[in-house]
């Protein structure tokens, strides 16, 4: 059983900065890799970031928010983090944490249909 609960997400302006929280729990369950994927009106949901234990901790990015955005994760807190620097009005849309406990691979890492346990979501708005 994994649940995940967000947090952080707002309205700000373009060139603002924010970060957003993943409260995680994991009863038995070894998860391999985390990430932050974000879904607009009327887009698929894409990958924005994960991060992988199976990996040591390696880092992946989609190239839209390569140098803006950080991932990182607090095993001690169980929470996951995203910081969002820098952000634009195309970063605007619905944010929700994954966890997942397959292989990971540079192909699926940043895939949705990869991951098997979401949260609700948590809302950014930027306004330019």
């Known amino acids: 059983q994994v649940q995940l609960v967000e947090s952080g997400g707002g309205s700000v302006q373009a060139g603002g900065s924010l970060r957003l929280s993943c409260a995680y729990s994991?009863?038995?369950?070894?998860?391999?890799?985390m990430g932050w994927f974000r879904q607009a009106p009327g887009k698929e949901r894409e990958g924005v970031a994960a991060?992988?234990?199976?990996?040591?901790?390696?880092?992946y990015y989609a190239d839209s928010v390569k140098g803006r955005f950080t991932i990182s994760q607090d095993n001690a807190k169980n929470t996951l983090y995203l910081q969002m620097n820098s952000l634009k009005s195309e970063d605007t849309a619905m944010y929700y944490c994954?966890?997942?406990?397959?292989?990971?691979?540079?192909?699926?890492?940043?895939?949705?249909?990869?991951?098997?346990?979401w949260g609700q979501g948590t809302q950014v708005t930027v306004s330019s």
């Open positions: 994954a966890a997942d406990f397959g292989p990971v691979t540079v192909s699926n890492v940043l895939k949705a249909g990869w991951y098997h346990y």
């Open positions: 994991i009863d038995g369950s070894i998860i391999n890799r």
């Open positions: 991060i992988s234990s199976a990996d040591g901790g390696r880092t």
